[in-house]
């Protein structure tokens, strides 16, 4: 049974960073994808990132590509979101996932999910 927690979402000011964590269990002998999602305000969940939990290759959505850097620790059962010059629009719930393909963008290709963290962004 794989299981997902996230941590780390704040209240921060516009060009703050921030890194959000998805702590994991049951991954360990999985090639899956992590990935992470976001939904804002009146908005569909949407791609954020994905790494392959074995080899670490990484996918990004372009909105967030040269701002956002997804990584694990493949010792620690942990996945991490590290986000850069962050903006307004940047304000959602965060959301890890597992169980889908590197590639894969769509939520409900996605099996497994934790509870979600929220991160909001002042200007």
């Known amino acids: 049974q794989v299981r997902l927690v996230e941590s780390g979402g704040g209240l921060v000011q516009t060009g703050d960073s921030l890194t959000l964590s998805c702590a994991t269990s049951?991954?360990?002998?999985?090639?899956?994808?992590v990935a992470w999602f976001r939904q804002g305000p009146g908005k569909e969940r949407g791609f954020v990132a994905s790494i392959r939990w074995r080899s670490g290759g990484t996918y990004y959505a372009d909105s967030v590509k040269g701002r956002f850097t997804i990584s694990r620790d493949n010792a620690q059962n942990m996945a991490y979101l590290r986000m850069d010059r962050l903006q307004a629009e940047d304000t959602a719930v965060y959301y890890c996932a597992a169980g889908a393909g590197l590639l894969d963008t769509l939520p409900q290709l996605y099996e497994y999910w934790g509870q979600g963290t929220q991160v909001t962004v002042s200007s």
């Open positions: 049951g991954l360990s002998s999985s090639d899956a994808a």
